[in-house]
Structure formats: C-alpha cells, structure tokens
C-alpha cells in the first residue's frame, strides 16, 4: 500500500486523469470500483476505491470523502 496524495482530473464522479510521480496519465479504463466504510469507529470516512489500467500498468486509487482528497494506494506492475 503506497497511500500518498495525488492530483487527479474526474468527470461525473470519476477519475479520468491523475499525476504520479510527476507524469500525467490517461485512465483507459476501468475495470472496478468499491466504497470502503473504514474505521468508522476511529473516525475514518468512506472511500471510493478505482482499479484501473493507465500507462503500462494498472493502478488502484481512493478518494477520501471526509478529506475530498485522492490518493494512490496500489501500483500493479
């Protein structure tokens, strides 16, 4: 889990575009998407989860609705 803030371009509630590692990449598509509740308990919002193929690779990223900030969580190689 990488779980770093990223920039990131979305229309219609989904991502279309982010930055990482000071490249932007095109989303070609995505293949999933899922809310996590996390620790409720502890305070923690929902996130949105996104698997999707971008570049060469394929890439999982979140949105933290509490924070309205997104992040990279998993890089598939």
């Not at 371009?9 to 490249?23: C, D, E, G, M, Y």
């Not at 923690?44 to 690779?57: L, S």
């Amino acid at each position: 889990m990488i779980q770093s803030e990223i920039q990131v371009v979305s229309a219609r509630n989904q991502p279309i575009r982010f930055q990482w590692k000071r490249q932007w990449y095109s989303i070609l598509s995505i293949e999933d998407d899922w809310v996590d509740t996390g620790e409720w308990w502890n305070g923690e919002g929902e996130k949105t989860f996104y698997r999707f193929f971008a570049g060469d690779g394929v890439f999982e990223i979140y949105l933290d609705e509490k924070e309205k900030a997104w992040h990279m969580y998993r890089v598939y190689d």
